[in-house]
T-cell receptor, first 112, second 114 residues
Framework: QQPVQSPQAVILREGEDAVINCSSSKALYSVHWYRQKHGEAPVFLMILLKGGEQKGHEKISASFNEKKQQSSLYLTASQLSYSGTYFCGTEIQTDSWGKLQFGAGTQVVVTP | NAGVTQTPKFQVLKTGQSMTLQCAQDMNHEYMSWYRQDPGMGLRLIHYSVGAGITDQGEVPNGYNVSRSTTEDFPLRLLSAAPSQTSVYFC?????????????FGQGTRLTVV
């Protein structure tokens, strides 16, 4: 039931853009996005509720396509601080509220 | 606020030993959960609790027990440690059902079973 993330890794130069995708085979209530730096705990970026809304956090934004049960995270004009592993977490409609299943993660490396 | 506190930060166990990983939160969150993180596999849910006295299994519950006697605490017990349980363990809490349902993570416990 884990969501599927792609790509597994991406290398960017500062200022470049990237897209990370997350898809589920189950109907979702919400999609969460987290970033984890090496040796640290995951940190919340944003949550998208069913309804197809889009949100932003600095130059990081995300969308949720409820029909396809897919979410995409957009890293725009990447900065060195964007390096880390990005995880999507999904709340399935038939599960308990709050129960998050995470994807395997996408490692992002931003180089000068 | 301390947020979510996990202890210990590091632990080495011998095969067959038992131990308890502690997790405490001071945000009055109803929902708490335990994940293990292994390279290339992301965060996998072990057990979770939707409130005091209520627990349920996640994706990978075998070899682990939990209990939730108070809102604040959610300990994870390894009954008989195995090398396959070598991992980084994260505890998380949240208050689902509201607009901001972000999960807050503890700093993790790095467990090695030899």
């Amino acid at each position: 039931q884990q969501p599927v993330q792609s790509p597994q890794a991406v290398i960017l130069r500062e200022g470049e853009d990237a897209v990370i995708n997350c898809s589920s085979s189950k109907a979702l209530y919400s999609v969460h996005w987290y970033r984890q730096k090496h040796g640290e705990a995951p940190v919340f970026l944003m949550i998208l509720l069913k309804g197809g809304e889009q949100k932003g956090h600095e130059k990081i934004s995300a969308s949720f396509n409820e029909k396809k049960q897919q979410s995409s995270l957009y890293l725009t004009a990447s900065q060195l601080s964007y390096s880390g592993t990005y995880f999507c977490g999904t709340e399935i409609q038939t599960d308990s509220w709050g129960k998050l299943q995470f994807g395997a993660g996408t490692q992002v490396v931003v180089t000068p | 606020n301390a947020g979510v506190t996990q202890t210990p930060k590091f632990q080495v166990l011998k095969t067959g030993q038992s131990m308890t990983l502690q997790c405490a939160q001071d945000m009055n969150h109803e929902y708490m959960s335990w994940y293990r993180q292994d390279p290339g596999m992301g965060l996998r849910l072990i057990h979770y609790s939707v409130g005091a006295g209520i627990t349920d299994q996640g994706e990978v519950p075998n070899g682990y027990n939990v209990s939730r006697s108070t809102t604040e605490d959610f300990p994870l017990r390894l009954l008989s440690a195995a090398p396959s349980q070598t991992s980084v363990y994260f505890c998380a809490s949240s208050s689902p059902g509201h607009m901001n349902t972000e999960a807050f993570f503890g700093q993790g416990t790095r467990l090695t079973v030899v």
